[in-house]
């Protein structure tokens, strides 16, 4: 995660929280008061945003210190204590909902994340995110899904080609798709990964006569239409499932021998985790 774009996001954040001031803490908390808190767990999970909560304390008050007992990824329990955060009062007054929201959110998808992982144990196949993030908040939620134990797919429209079915119709097919697609890349002097969209088993005998693509996502496709598809492709081109995934079916797209599945709903489909910074 670059230092530049969180520090860049938590002014931000601090200065639509703040306005002209925390007027509740001034009004009762004298300036020269210091206390402790404790970050409080109250649903079992997997923890994320612990790094991020220590740079927002920072940048609200750098003499605030923290006292970190749990750091990203390990499993956590109701009743176990993440960190204590030492310092004016007023200044872990102005930070709690900032931690709480970046910390809450970022453990819940780290926590759906490794739900997800845990059920491919075995196998080759990885989880990936999607593009299906909140604006201004992908770079944290992206952190959250490795966190998580899961890998992301882009982190925009910049670091890879995906040519998906609207792709495929303005370009008047998949041929003339990937064709296009090769001569900008020549032209551009870019050398991005070409990933294309089949719909259906015959998009993937097409995709493999024209070939000149690194992966070939199915979309939408059923569990036997999966098994099919990759058993035709046989390790010519990395293979994606995408589209609808759940828990409940996530294993059996990877016993296909897919490499990859793709899971919107771990970024689109958030339910934060539950935890409380509690004054000491």
């Given at each position: 995660?670059?230092?530049?774009?969180?520090?860049?996001?938590?002014?931000?954040?601090?200065?639509?929280?703040?306005?002209?001031?925390?007027?509740?803490?001034?009004?009762?908390?004298?300036?020269?008061?210091?206390?402790?808190?404790?970050?409080?767990?109250?649903?079992?999970?997997?923890?994320?945003?612990?790094?991020?909560?220590?740079?927002?304390?920072?940048?609200?008050?750098?003499?605030?210190?923290?006292?970190?007992?749990?750091?990203?990824?390990?499993?956590?329990?109701?009743?176990?204590?993440?960190?204590?955060?030492?310092?004016?009062?007023?200044s872990?007054?102005?930070?709690?909902?900032?931690?709480?929201?970046?910390?809450?959110?970022?453990?819940?998808?780290?926590?759906?994340?490794?739900?997800?992982?845990?059920?491919?144990?075995?196998?080759?196949?990885?989880?990936?995110?999607?593009?299906?993030?909140?604006?201004?908040?992908?770079?944290?939620?992206?952190?959250?899904?490795?966190?998580?134990?899961?890998?992301?797919?882009?982190?925009?429209?910049?670091?890879?080609?995906?040519?998906?079915?609207?792709?495929?119709?303005?370009?008047?097919?998949?041929?003339?798709?990937?064709?296009?697609?090769?001569?900008?890349?020549?032209?551009?002097?870019?050398?991005?990964?070409?990933?294309?969209?089949?719909?259906?088993?015959?998009?993937?005998?097409?995709?493999?006569?024209?070939?000149?693509?690194?992966?070939?996502?199915?979309?939408?496709?059923?569990i036997?239409?999966?098994?099919?598809?990759?058993?035709?492709?046989?390790?010519?081109?990395?293979?994606?499932?995408?589209?609808?995934?759940?828990?409940d079916?996530?294993?059996?797209?990877?016993?296909?021998?897919?490499?990859?599945?793709?899971?919107?709903?771990?970024?689109?489909?958030?339910?934060?985790?539950?935890?409380?910074?509690?004054?000491?």
């Amino acid at each position: 995660m670059e230092n530049r774009v969180l520090r860049e996001f938590i002014l931000r954040s601090i200065g639509e929280d703040l306005g002209d001031g925390d007027h509740s803490s001034l009004a009762c908390i004298p300036w020269d008061a210091y206390g402790k808190a404790k970050l409080l767990v109250k649903e079992e999970g997997i923890i994320a945003g612990v790094n991020v909560a220590r740079e927002a304390f920072s940048a609200i008050d750098k003499e605030l210190t923290c006292e970190i007992l749990i750091e990203d990824g390990k499993k956590i329990i109701p009743g176990d204590i993440a960190f204590y955060v030492s310092g004016r009062q007023q200044s872990i007054l102005k930070s709690e909902r900032l931690v709480l929201n970046i910390m809450q959110r970022m453990s819940g998808i780290a926590t759906s994340t490794n739900q997800y992982v845990s059920l491919l144990h075995g196998l080759k196949t990885k989880v990936l995110d999607t593009r299906k993030t909140t604006p201004g908040l992908r770079f944290l939620e992206k952190e959250a899904v490795r966190i998580g134990g899961g890998m992301n797919h882009r982190m925009g429209l910049f670091d890879m080609i995906m040519l998906k079915d609207n792709h495929i119709t303005y370009a008047g097919g998949i041929e003339k798709a990937i064709e296009k697609t090769r001569d900008y890349l020549k032209k551009s002097n870019r050398k991005l990964k070409i990933e294309i969209e089949a719909r259906n088993p015959d998009d993937v005998k097409e995709i493999m006569k024209i070939g000149g693509v690194n992966r070939i996502m199915l979309d939408n496709f059923s569990i036997d239409d999966t098994a099919t598809a990759v058993n035709l492709i046989n390790g010519r081109y990395e293979t994606e499932s995408s589209g609808g995934i759940t828990l409940d079916t996530v294993r059996a797209y990877a016993e296909c021998g897919v490499d990859f599945v793709s899971v919107g709903a771990l970024t689109h489909h958030i339910r934060s985790l539950d935890m409380s910074l509690k004054a000491v």
